[in-house]
């Protein structure tokens, strides 16, 4: 007997803070450009030329950290870097690391290497690469980066659905340093941004400090918020991007039959009669749009889910409704 579900995007979805789940960046092949691959989903190891979090170099894998990222790349707070086996990480000698940085270096297999300045490091000899790496300026590979590049420390970041269908937006720093002011973008699809709000800083501080702003005007449905923070010389950083699900109106009773459904298998949505949008479209998870369908005057619309969709959770967005679709 097959059970039909259907869920309404109206539950509170708590967001957990950025930074309670490291960014972690896999680079699992040679042609996989580190400062490309790192820099993508929704908690990016690399904004704006800024490593933070965790790079893992697989197996056989031969790459470069490289420094033509936008503005170049700098390894900042906790980073560590995996190397698997046979893997080899060249690290050219102009990398910065931010004062204060703590890298760690991992790699217990054989053939495990990292090249810095000349000089192969393999298992052995990591930890004399991490002493040159954590001490800026010791070597010819270390720079220090200015403290106003990263005036900023943030500790949290998170949005939860509150009264009447508005969200709230709160973050808390730890340091504020020639900051001067805060920017938050909206996005209904986790790519295209808009900005919604600025918040001007509260002054230079090493004590803990908690913003916040109500979003009154968000979609039903997904969510996606993003943080940027602008220094007094003009210079940004990116935060993470978190989401949000607020609840469909009651007035607008979607149904989505059958749900969860199978690759391959037909399926329905109808739309209230007096809200009928121009298509309907499937997106996976990270907001990246699959198919799009249009929906006919009468507002029910026949979709077949592509064969080769992978079984997960997706959203369907029909002008400013979603739904959640199961595939299995």
């Known amino acids: 007997m097959l059970r039909v579900f259907f869920f309404l995007m109206g539950a509170t979805a708590l967001i957990p803070p950025v930074r309670a789940q490291v960014p972690t960046c896999t680079i699992a092949s040679n042609t996989e450009d580190i400062c490309v691959k790192c ?8 904004i704006d030329g800024v490593f933070r979090g965790e790079l893992i170099i697989n197996e056989w894998v031969v790459t470069t950290l490289k420094t033509d990222c936008n503005p170049g790349i700098i390894l900042a707070d906790d980073v560590t870097i995996t190397v698997g086996k046979h893997g080899n990480l060249t690290i050219p000698t102009d990398i910065w690391i931010s004062e204060g940085t703590t890298i760690r270096l991992v790699g217990l297999h054989n053939k495990s290497a990292i090249q810095n300045g000349g000089t192969t490091y393999e298992k052995f000899s990591f930890p004399d690469l991490e ?4 001490n800026c300026g010791a070597s010819a590979s270390c720079q220090s980066m200015p403290a106003s590049q990263l005036p900023v420390t943030l ?10 269908r508005s969200v709230r ?4 720093v730890a340091v504020e340093e020639s900051n001067d002011y805060f920017t938050i973008e909206h996005s209904t699809n986790g790519t295209d941004f808009q900005e919604i709000a600025r918040i001007d800083s509260r002054g230079n501080t090493k004590e803990s400090e908690l913003y916040g702003y109500l979003h009154t005007d968000p979609v039903a449905g997904a969510n996606y918020y993003r943080l940027s923070q602008t220094d007094l010389d003009g210079q940004y950083e990116r935060f993470g991007v978190i989401r949000t699900v607020v609840g469909l109106p009651e007035t607008t009773s979607p149904a989505l039959w059958p749900n969860p459904a199978r690759t391959g298998q037909e399926v329905t949505l109808r739309t209230a009669a007096d809200r009928v949008p121009a298509n309907l479209t499937l997106y996976d998870v990270t907001g990246r749009a699959i198919r799009s369908w249009p929906i006919p005057a009468d507002g029910e619309v026949n979709f077949r889910i592509p064969d080769a969709l992978p079984g997960g959770v997706y959203v369907l967005r029909y002008g400013s409704l979603s739904n959640m679709l199961i595939v299995k």
């Open 39 to 46: 820099a993508q989903g929704d908690n990016p190891a690399v």
């Open 131 to 134: 002493a040159q790496l954590n």
């Open 155 to 164: 500790t949290s970041w998170n949005a939860v659905t509150v009264q009447a």
């Open 169 to 172: 937006l709160e973050w808390m």
